[in-house]
């Protein structure tokens, strides 16, 4: 799974998330380009269900598994 934040993330911000995501037990690598933010999550996230991973921050523009190829 990806979450792609928005372009106005604070750095704070995608930490806060990241130790969130630690807490349910998932490791994420967080990816920051120019013009996007992106945490991939790796483990077992086939039972996440991205409404709710899009709830952790609103700063989270998009979680999904089955864009990765689009969005990346």
């Given amino acids: 799974m990806i979450i ?4 106005t993330v604070p750095i704070t911000e995608i930490e806060r998330i990241i130790q969130d995501l630690k807490s ?3 490791v994420s690598e967080k990816i920051i380009e120019k013009h ?3 945490i991939s999550l790796i483990g077992d996230t086939a039972t996440m ?13 998009q979680a999904d598994v ?3 190829a689009d969005i990346i």
């Fill in 24 to 26: 349910l037990k998932i």
């Fill in 4 to 7: 792609v934040l928005k372009k």
């Fill in 49 to 61: 269900n991205p409404q709710q991973v899009q709830q952790i921050s609103p700063f989270i523009e």
């Fill in 36 to 38: 996007q933010v992106v």
């Fill in 66 to 68: 089955n864009k990765v």
